[in-house]
């Protein structure tokens, strides 16, 4: 969290999981009122090891989901705990990388 404020990181979204692990809602937080809020809420409120743990955990499903190269979107529609992840094309970034990016990363 320091290193978002420091980043100038104005904002990030929090998920809050019920104990078995299921997502039941997010927030939209400003990165410098966090201390705060901790303060306010006390210490077991927010802990950064749950977060990247969490995050982890996502990510190693996430890339267990996407095996081929393309266009894919993750979802998770109002009032609902599953997360869809469907290809939209097969090829290609879907516009979201510039020229001089993709050129920039076949140079490495």
Do not use: H, Y
Request: with cysteine; hydrophobic share 45%.
């Amino acid at each position: 969290m320091a290193d978002a404020i420091k980043l100038g990181v104005p904002r990030i979204v929090v998920g809050f999981r019920s104990r078995s692990g299921i997502l039941e809602r997010i927030e939209e937080l400003n990165t410098v009122a966090i201390p705060s809020i901790v303060k306010q809420k006390g210490k077991a409120s927010w802990d950064g090891n749950v977060c990247i743990n969490f995050m982890a955990t996502f990510l190693a499903w996430l890339k267990s989901a996407v095996k081929t190269e393309g266009v894919w979107r993750i979802r998770r529609l109002d009032r609902s705990s599953v997360i869809e992840v469907f290809q939209l094309e097969g090829s290609g970034t879907g516009q979201i990388l510039t020229e001089d990016f993709k050129a920039w990363r076949e140079q490495l």
